[in-house]
């Protein structure tokens, strides 16, 4: 084969792994963000690419709004903004986690009040022993 004929093969190889390896993935993922663009509704919670989370409470033809925050401030976003919509998770109960979030407190605070005891037990056996060791030099 002539030496010309082997670089246009090597051309066009080169071309279609650059296609497979780099174009065709980047296709699908913006055409999924345009999917989520689309499907996304009022209510529904959203978190932008700045990473604020909130939910849609108005939406127009290219952007959105989300109330943030405990005040409930209303942001207006473009839609290319959107990082991702969160979805509910199958059995989950936004009650139970609050009871366990102040379970898990309650065990922080008893692990809190364990070592600072025994945090207090070891300073006065360190001081114990401090004052053995100067007894027994003098």
Not at 39 to 50: A, E, N, Q
Not at 110 to 128: C, F, K, T
Request: hydrophobic share 35%.
């Amino acid at each position: 084969m002539p030496q010309g004929g082997q670089s246009i093969i090597m051309l066009v190889a080169m071309l279609a792994i650059f296609y497979f390896l780099i174009l065709r993935p980047q296709k699908k993922k913006t055409e999924e963000a345009q999917k989520m663009r689309e499907g996304m509704k009022i209510g529904d919670t959203v978190v932008t690419i700045g990473g604020i989370r909130g939910r849609v409470t108005r939406m127009s033809e290219d952007s959105f709004f989300i109330q943030s925050g405990q005040d409930g401030h209303e942001i207006e976003f473009l839609k290319q903004a959107l990082s991702y919509v969160v979805k509910p998770v199958e059995g989950f109960n936004p009650e139970t986690v609050e009871e366990s979030n102040e379970d898990n407190a309650d065990r922080l605070d008893r692990e809190e009040e364990e070592n600072a005891l025994n945090s207090d037990q070891e300073d006065q056996g360190i001081e114990n022993e401090a004052e053995d060791n100067r007894k027994d030099f003098f």
